[in-house]
């Protein structure tokens, strides 16, 4: 595996570079002008199409012919010098091109639909597919989810790139674009004006994850550690608490790579706050001097929707800052805080709420003077103590004063900011929810609070392998579920070997007693085998590893669904089995054991192979292709290699 780091600084001396500078940077690097030849435009102007690649085009419809070359939050790139584009032509208003593996033919200068637009695709096996324009895809194979907040067994899942039907379109229509300083903007918007990728790929389907990472960015590699085993609980630690948590983790045989501290580590208003609770943290920048002694990385919760509250300690010097050296927050400020309160906040005021005495300065992800502010007070002082990267856990709506989810806008500046480091070239990374197509460049993806239930835990296997179909591969569970469930040691147990076979290995529950995630605090068994999972995820590191630098550079995903190299109708169907990397297919045992038998019963799929057999990963023993049901011991997890 190829060691990269991020070019992130050019200061010497290890301090950070101005965040306005990181926003800029970031727009500069994009090549979102195509070249001449990639274009093709009908003869009224109305309709611009460009060849990204031999499989993929971008369509343009403007009645008054304003296109749009700029990044977008989706889409960075579209320069390419290769020779994609084979013939054109336009003849009575039919305007007709090719590719190696399309021919598109568009009929008169009105918007796009499946009375004018047409798509033959040549498909590697000689086959060819025919459609015409339309959104409607009944045999798309569904992309991922923002969240599995409050699930239990089903999600929201939105389609994705990828479809049997051959094809799938990417409409960007409504995206913001990026301006030269590095914020957004809102497009010359017309009713009818559109902006569409359309990727034609037969059932080839790493084809379209290929083209779709070179228009939005590569997934970026994320630190090794992050493939270690993380602790994370909505609890009201101390500072001992915490000392003793991390010493038995490791005294017990689970050392700890990421510490995740839930929002309590904090003062709130609502869920909001920056300032060490005092009480429970009296010197937090010893604290995680200590905890660094582990060797593992400390991650903090935010819930930034508050604002930033007369409480805060630096309350005084942001408020200063935002009014250009003015002691005092303006009135302006001061009803745009209560007017943000009364239509944003969804938030409940926690024991240890504070009392405000000056107005809020309200959290506006819209306001570049804000989030300059944001980063430089509210976070850079904490980064500087041994803060190592942020849990932004946004729960609070998609709308901003510009458009954008704040959603998205917060992965991308934070994880921006997250590469901001001085001179140690540190891998950028973030921990937060889905915010939609782009997102892949901002990891890694928190799934959620769901019911700890064996339908929660059966769902995430499918959940996690279809996020391959938006190119998201990193996406971190609640390892045991968050809430609303019983606290079950062989659910526990289940839970913990999926994770050794999931991206992320992170623990974590609600603020409850009774849910309980310390592996040794389960009887002798469901210890035993959580021991022997946590070593086995210890000795898989550098697999994994590998794999993600796959999908870094050819963009393959770490978990993909069976039908990605295998086209049989059962590879469609069987739900809970995945590649994990392209050398192992994971079944994981997702049901509850047997009362009588006291073994899980798992029935699974293999592939038919040309040469060769499947083996156990772990017993050495040989299994036939096909549908087969297979029994399982809590020590049993069902892995099978090539052979």
């Not at 915490?242 to 050392?255: A, C, I």
């Amino acid at each position: 595996v190829r060691m990269e780091t991020a070019d992130v600084t050019d200061h010497q001396d290890g301090s950070k570079r101005p965040i306005v500078e990181m926003w800029k940077e970031f727009v500069e690097k994009c090549t979102p002008e195509a070249e001449d030849q990639q274009v093709v435009m009908n003869t009224k102007k109305t309709a611009r199409f460009t060849v990204i690649t031999p499989s993929c085009v971008r369509m343009e419809f403007h009645p008054e012919g304003f296109f749009e070359n700029r990044p977008s939050q989706v889409v960075l790139h579209r320069n390419r010098k290769d020779q994609s584009l084979k013939n054109t032509s336009e003849r009575d208003d039919v305007l007709e091109m090719t590719t190696e593996f399309l021919h598109i033919t568009y009929r008169g200068s009105d918007v796009f639909s499946a009375d004018n637009l047409t798509f033959k695709i040549s498909c590697p096996d000689g086959s060819v597919i025919s459609t015409a324009f339309t959104l409607n895809d009944p045999l798309n194979l569904m992309g991922t989810a923002r969240t599995l907040d409050r699930t239990d067994g089903s999600a929201n899942i939105k389609p994705g790139l990828i479809s049997q039907s051959g094809w799938s379109i990417l409409d960007d229509s409504q995206s913001l674009v990026f301006l030269p300083d590095g914020w957004l903007e809102k497009r010359k918007h017309h009713d009818q004006s559109r902006d569409m990728y359309f990727f034609g790929y037969g059932q080839d389907y790493i084809r379209p994850l290929q083209a779709f990472t070179f228009l939005a960015g590569k997934v970026p590699m994320i630190p090794k550690f992050a493939l270690g085993l993380w602790w994370s609980r909505f609890w009201e630690y101390d500072e001992n608490s915490l000392k003793s948590l991390v010493t038995s983790f490791s005294e017990q045989g689970f050392p700890l790579s990421v510490l995740c501290i839930d929002m309590d580590w904090h003062l709130c208003l609502g869920w909001t706050g920056y300032t060490w609770n005092p009480e429970l943290f009296p010197d937090p920048e010893n604290l995680m001097k200590f905890l660094h002694t582990f060797n593992l990385k400390i991650n903090l919760n935010l819930h930034p929707a508050g604002g930033c509250a007369s409480s805060e300690k630096v309350y005084d010097e942001f408020s200063k800052f935002m009014n250009d050296g003015k002691e005092e927050i303006s009135e302006k400020s001061v009803e745009k805080s209560e007017k943000n309160s009364e239509e944003n906040s969804t938030e409940k005021s926690t024991e240890n709420s504070v009392k405000i005495q000056k107005p809020t300065i309200p959290f506006d992800c819209s306001d570049r003077k804000f989030m300059e502010g944001y980063f430089k007070y509210l976070h850079h002082p904490h980064e500087d103590m041994g803060v190592d990267f942020w849990w932004i856990d946004w729960q609070h709506g998609t709308k901003s004063r510009i458009g954008v989810d704040p959603l998205f806008w917060l992965n991308h500046l934070h994880y921006l900011d997250s590469g901001n480091s001085g001179n140690s070239g540190k891998r950028p990374l973030i921990l937060s929810r889905f915010s939609g197509y782009g997102n892949h460049r901002y990891q890694i993806g928190f799934s959620g609070d769901t019911s700890v239930t064996w339908n929660s835990l059966k769902l995430q296997p499918y959940f996690t392998a279809t996020a391959a179909n938006v190119c998201f591969p990193l996406w971190s569970h609640d390892i045991g579920g968050f809430w609303h469930g019983q606290n079950d040691p062989e659910l526990y147990a289940r839970w913990f070997q999926f994770g050794v076979f999931s991206p992320i290995l992170r623990l974590h529950s609600m603020k409850n007693e009774f849910e309980e995630r310390r592996p040794w605090m389960f009887d002798d068994l469901t210890t035993r085998v959580c021991k022997e999972a946590f070593n086995l995820r210890f000795k898989l590191k550098n697999y994994i590893y590998s794999c993600l630098y796959n999908c870094h550079v050819i963009s393959l995903p770490l978990i993909l669904p069976l039908y990605y190299f295998h086209k049989e109708k059962w590879a469609y169907r069987c739900h809970d089995s995945y590649y994990f990397g392209n050398q192992l297919i994971v079944a994981p045992h997702v049901t509850q054991s047997d009362f009588n038998l006291k073994n899980s019963r798992t029935v699974t799929w293999l592939p038919k192979m040309k040469e060769g057999f499947w083996m156990g990963f772990f017993d050495n023993s040989f299994y036939v292709d096909g549908w087969q049901a297979i029994y399982g011991d809590m020590f049993d997890i069902l892995a099978y290699t090539k052979t």
